[in-house]
C-alpha cells in the first residue's frame, strides 16, 4: 500500500510464544523497515488485540490492516464484513 511517498507492507505470521496469529504493517522507507502496528488474535483468549507503535499512523493504513486482520486470522467466519 502506498499513501504519499510512503510504503506500507502487511505481513502475517504465526507466533508460537503469544499462542496465536498477528498481522501486521511496517513502513517501507530509504531502506529502513519499521513495524508501525500490529493486530493479534489469541488462541487462548479467543480475542482480537491492535497495538500501534509509532504516533502519527495514516488511518488509512490502520483501516486497511484491521479490515485484512479481520479477513485473513482466525476466526476464518466470525468477523467477515
Known sequence: MIIGNEEYLFTRGSDVVRDGMFL???????GKHQIIAEVFYSDLSGEFTFSCFVEDAPLKVIEALIKQAKDLLPPVDSYKS
Open 24 to 30: 501486521e504493517v511496517e513502513k517501507n522507507g530509504g
